[in-house]
């Protein structure tokens, strides 16, 4: 197993376990190659750490919460757009309140061309993830990975999608391409009209920038 779990070590700091977050990370995902940099970082509360990357396409942010157990600790992944902020999920763009970090798999199904309402089915017959997602799921490696430590699962699928969907996955996010922004708003859209989602907080779930 990882070694990010040192309960015994009163010496370990936050700090520590947020660099050794970070360098799951950065030893599983190609920044280089998408000119992706650290632009911020908060490693203030051993229970939480959060790792954010700049490039010029988006944003990708990294929220790794640590739990009494190393097998429950958990990772999530965040897509924002340039004008995301730091430490807020919801602001007003454009005189509307929206969602700016994204971190559903909607859109790789978006990417896949798989209609809303074809995603809507799949998901009330128990098909939750797209192709991709699945096959590395029930992979040797995927089930290797998850029983080692899901944090490092949940890294190198990304890699696996990066690798899979390359520009076209960078370029959704990217402001520079507001034309594919509003075909993805559209399907989101859609998919929650059928789904019948609601959102319990802030702006209803399409409204995203």
Known sequence: MIDLYKKNEKSETSKELGNAVAQIIEDNLDFRRWNFKLSFSDFSKMSYQKIIYDSPYCRISFSFSRQRLPKYDELS????RLHAPNDKAIIVWRGQECHCWHGTLNHLWFLDGVSPQDVVKQEKSHKYSPKLVEKFYHSDVGIKLREEYAPK?????????????????????????????????????????LLGAKSSYGPPYENVC
């Open 77 to 80: 992944i965040f897509y924002g």
């Open 153 to 193: 699962y949940i890294v190198v699928l990304e890699s696996m999608i990066w690798q899979h969907y390359g520009k076209r996955l960078f370029e959704l996010f990217d402001m520079r391409h507001p034309n594919l922004w509003k075909e993805y708003s559209r399907f989101l859209s859609e998919y929650y009209t």
